[in-house]
């Protein structure tokens, strides 16, 4: 293998030679482990070397020990924990002694690659001069190797591994030596001040304890407020971000600093003429706002004053100084902006927005001041920030202060939906929508309803760059006048027919693919929100929108590029939401229409490419209409079910796999023991999906959930099924997430696996049960109730896991009412387990409900094993 072409081969543009030489690389590492390394490391570290060859070794030996995938993650780390001491030292020094090279992009390779050894060796206490070894480097090395050196202390602390950030923190020392030592303004070169200053915000959450000592503080925080002043805009936006997060992670030591510097310099930041410097200011305020909320909502739970956070009220003080300028900030719009661009006038608006929600009615004042000066302002952007900032304060402050105003600006917000530029008039519907979210009240439905509902029809129709914010504003609308649910009428209701129309209209002539899209998730949100008195109106919708769908099979036929497939797929997938909509406010009055549905629905799935994004829209359908019709809808399972089993086995596209393993739980509930016939064919496919490698994890518990639905819907007919299931659940019950290493995402994954397994169990037994098999269940008691203890000493289990295993607890109890297995029941971790649950008041009632029920079976269980002794 030509090492150097293979490497190079790596960057190439053109797929087909970077797939060829990743392959090559893959089988190379495969055939000899400890000689790849060796070549790799050797390569990155030859200075004769050309650059880009030496990039690509250390880009392939990061990637020889990271991974996204947690199983696949800790296999390349152990192979790495399995390579020759000898080796490993020799590699590991190649990677050092390349920070030093004088090809600083080969410096920052090196530096990738060593954070990726660190993260396998750091935790396990090994590589102990590392951290020694960096810091002399910034302390006496060359300008290079100060450079790279910082960058791979930053890489090291970026991590999100639990285990690593708890080891960092016995180098918290060693890290700020050398961060802060690069970071000062003494340093000349700005290229490594902006590392260390980089490398520093991504430490800070492991220097807690130096944090904590004053002393050490103030320096770090001189450095930090030194570095918003240097001239590099570069350091300015990373001392910002690193005041940001100190802000967040340091609240209570801040109150000294606010007042002698920070308030200040973010001042001056947040007017700077950089943008992103600008923003970052704003966003410190930012982090200062959603740092106070969340301290009000701690204090307000909690149950001592002991246990209250401190709460300096930094943004209440500031109020007068720093909403002014964000106000400003706001006329710094950039109409040429993509929608989802963040500049700084947005960076303002969500700090607005969220200065209300901490200070409440306090920001009215300077607010309304301002708007009132510029409402009527001749320049666009203060008309338009004018418009802005009133719809940004209307969540915190007092109903009753804001309510009045509402009320005066309606008319005025509703007439600027005609302003002669589409920037304000954007921002007056998106102003709306927030008061049709937030202040529904406000709106009067007698004198606002049919001004406002026109304007916003009227501005969807006029320009696609405010079809979202229109769009979103009459969805709030929607939502809010809805009435309660099955009411005979509401706010809607006299509007409704011409609002429906209005948007059929739309939708026919509109060329432009943004606004039809919009203004079809209108049309739905109307539909789920129409009253009885509306209802006769959505059921002749249906008519129209299969009428449409049925109109663009042809169209397949006629499709010439990728951009024409995408459009007619869009159509498609929105009328296919159109009539989910419908079937879900409908329920069983769909029957009339359901053949026609149902027909279109298979023949939509027929003529479907294989690569199609509509499939998943179009079960979703068939979901809502087996969920409406119920047992209705077993007439067309012998049409629909060759397709749900090749989207459920079709293992290539797992998103039209998920919703496939969904949809079989959806026609299980609702076709109850009619589902049989099928259901040799759908436990073989979960089944076959459970052991696949392509599949992820994620998919499992609802696999296993799946299996709970069939079982209940079947009863004793489940006997076929029982042996195969049971081994799996036990399988799956002996996964942990209490290992060395475990991410958050090997957590959350365990739990949701315990959570399907505990509602397998809840359908088996209860298919048992009812089935009069009982019985079957006897050699699987045992190892339910381990899982159950497992769940008991779980510090991270979650409600609807508790609500899952009180069920299986009562369920196992009346299953077997003899009390055979009472002794399982006598368990005091159990009886405290329900007693927790049920006595726990932020839980939903249901699962408080099912507590006091498996509560009850436990006395039972342990009153009927008595009664058998005394007999």
């Not at 899982?787 to 299986?808: A, C, F, I, K």
Request: some cysteine; overall charge negative; charged content about 20%.
């Amino acid at each position: 293998m030509d090492v150097n072409a293979v490497l190079t081969g790596t960057l190439s543009a053109d797929t087909a030679t970077r797939t060829q030489a990743e392959q090559q690389l893959l089988q190379a590492a495969e055939a000899d482990f400890q000689g790849y390394l060796q070549r790799l490391s050797t390569e990155l570290a030859n200075e004769q070397a050309q650059s880009q060859v030496r990039i690509a070794a250390g880009l392939a030996l990061k990637n020889s020990f990271s991974a996204r995938d947690y199983a696949r993650l800790r296999d390349v780390q152990s192979k790495w924990l399995a390579v020759d001491p000898n080796t490993k030292q020799a590699v590991k020094s190649l990677g050092l002694q390349t920070l030093g090279s004088n090809d600083s992009r080969a410096g920052a390779s090196a530096a990738q690659f060593i954070s990726s050894i660190a993260a396998i060796e750091l935790p396990r206490k090994q590589w102990p001069e590392l951290m020694k070894a960096l810091v002399e480097n910034v302390g006496s090395g060359s300008d290079s190797k100060k450079q790279a050196s910082l960058a791979a202390i930053g890489f090291i602390c970026e991590t999100e591994d639990q285990n690593l950030r708890e080891s960092l923190a016995q180098h918290s020392n060693a890290i700020l030596t050398a961060v802060v030592q690069g970071a000062r303004k003494e340093e000349p070169n700005n290229d490594i001040r902006n590392a260390a200053i980089t490398a520093l915000g991504d430490s800070l959450e492991f220097v807690r304890t130096n944090f904590e000592n004053e002393g050490e503080r103030n320096y770090i925080m001189q450095v930090i407020c030194e570095a918003t002043q240097a001239e590099d805009n570069r350091i300015q936006q990373g001392s910002y971000g690193c005041l940001n997060r100190i802000m967040g992670l340091y609240y209570e030591k801040m109150r000294f600093y606010m007042e002698k510097a920070l308030f200040g310099l973010t001042i001056q930041g947040m007017k700077s003429e950089e943008e992103d410097v600008a923003k970052l200011a704003v966003e410190f305020w930012c982090t200062v706002c959603e740092e106070e909320i969340s301290i009000e909502d701690d204090n307000a739970a909690a149950e001592t004053q002991d246990s209250m956070r401190p709460y300096f009220n930094f943004a209440r003080v500031a109020t007068q100084e720093v909403v002014p300028v964000l106000l400003e900030l706001l006329a710094r719009q950039d109409e040429d902006a993509a929608d989802d661009e963040y500049n700084v006038s947005r960076a303002a608006y969500q700090c607005l927005s969220l200065w209300a929600q901490t200070v409440g009615s306090n920001i009215v004042p300077p607010v309304l001041q301002f708007v009132e000066k510029n409402l009527r302002s001749e320049d666009w952007h203060f008309r338009d920030a004018a418009v802005s900032a009133f719809g940004a304060i209307m969540e915190g402050p007092d109903e009753k202060v804001l309510d009045p105003l509402i009320k005066q600006a309606l008319p005025v917000l509703i007439q600027m939906m005609d302003d002669a530029n589409v920037q304000v008039k954007d921002s007056a519907a998106y102003a709306l929508g927030r008061i049709c979210e937030a202040m529904p009240e406000s709106i009067d439905p007698n004198d606002h309803f049919q001004p406002l509902i026109s304007a916003l029809f009227s501005g969807l129709g006029s320009n696609p760059k405010m079809a979202a914010s229109c769009c979103w504003a009459l969805m709030n609308l929607a939502d809010r006048f809805a009435g309660e649910p099955g009411c005979q009428t509401n706010a809607l209701s006299p509007h409704f027919q011409a609002s429906v129309q209005h948007l059929l209209q739309l939708t026919e002539a509109t060329g432009d693919n943004q606004l039809r899209t919009a203004a079809y998730e209108v049309l739905n949100a109307f539909v789920t929100n129409a009253a009885t008195d509306s209802v006769q109106m959505v059921a002749s919708l249906s008519e129209v929108i299969v009428d449409r769908l049925e109109k663009t099979l042809p169209m397949q036929q006629q499709v010439v590029s990728v951009e024409d497939r995408l459009t007619l797929e869009e159509i498609q997938t929105s009328l296919t939401s159109v009539l989910i909509a419908i079937t879900q406010r409908l329920e069983k009055e769909i029957q009339p229409q359901a053949d026609k549905m149902m027909q279109l629905l298979l023949s939509l799935l027929q003529s479907l490419g294989a690569k199609s994004s509509v499939p998943d829209t179009v079960f979703a359908a068939i979901g809502a209409l087996a969920n409406a019709l119920e047992d209705g809808f077993e007439k067309y399972m012998s049409s629909f079910a060759p397709f749900l089993l090749g989207a459920l086995n079709n293992q290539e596209e797992p998103g039209l796999c998920a919703v496939a393993i969904g949809l079989v739980s959806d026609i299980t509930r609702a076709l109850d023991a009619q589902i049989k016939p099928f259901c040799d064919q759908f436990m073989n496919s979960l089944l076959n999906n459970l052991r696949s490698s392509t599949l992820g994890n994620q998919f499992k518990p609802a696999i296993l959930q799946c299996f709970g639905d069939i079982a209940q819907a079947i009863g004793g007919d489940f006997e076929a099924y029982l042996s195969v299931v049971a081994q799996v659940l036990q399988q799956a019950a002996g996964i942990s997430g209490q290992q060395e290493g475990t991410s958050f995402e090997m957590l959350d994954y365990v739990i949701s696996l315990r959570e399907g397994i505990m509602d397998a169990w809840g359908g088996i037994i209860m298919a048992c049960r009812t089935g009069g098999k009982s019985d079957l269940l006897r050699p699987y008691v045992e190892s339910i109730f381990q899982l159950l203890h497992t769940v008991y000493q779980d510090p991270n289990r979650t409600e609807p896991l508790l609500r899952s295993s009180m069920g299986v607890v009562g369920d196992l109890s009346e299953a077997f009412p003899s009390a055979e297995f009472a002794h399982y029941f006598r368990n005091d971790w159990l009886t405290t387990m329900a007693r927790d649950v049920r006595a726990t008041k932020d839980f939903d009632p249901r699962t408080q409900e099912t507590a006091r029920w498996a509560r009850e079976q436990i006395k039972r269980q342990a009153a009927a094993a008595g009664n058998v002794q005394m007999s």
